[in-house]
């Protein structure tokens, strides 16, 4: 893992047009969320998150004592990546685009020549044309995408929900256990 980029600013990492603005692992030990700052890290963790699963340590200078770097609550969208997807293979970069009604994510990938791809079949041919690419397969690549978590989805999103159903969209938002 390259340490030394760490004083690039996170918006060189951002793809355009990308929903993602933070990327967060929680600890399999104390549950807290810890935030990767570049994609590529946080993809290289999601890729054997079960063989090795993330714990605060892993962090510089950080520990399970240390406070939360951010908390899972409805101040900022989640979506839930699923575990041990591949990692974005070198001169390639995945982007996961949320649609405008939140109801889910769209991903595609870029190529260094800014061939854009949104299926494994547009892959696949892309590779085919593209020999130089040695080491690159399809199973280099996916489309799955996370889930978006509805109880962190705004008010003012627009959904697919009938006029008049405002009243119980609030009641779900009062779930205080005490
Ligand atoms: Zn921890």
Redesign the pocket.
Known sequence: MKDDNQGNPKSSFKMPNSSIDIYAVQ?V??Y?WRVIDMQEEYEEIRSKFTEEPY??SKKPGIS?NDPPDIDYDSSRTWVMDKPNLPKTPEGFNRSLVLRKDFSKLDAYYISSSGKKMRTLVEVAAFLEANPELKGVSVDDFSFQCPRVMEDTIPEYADKKIPTGGSASKKMKISKDGD
């Open positions: 600890c030990k104390c807290k714990v605060c399970c």
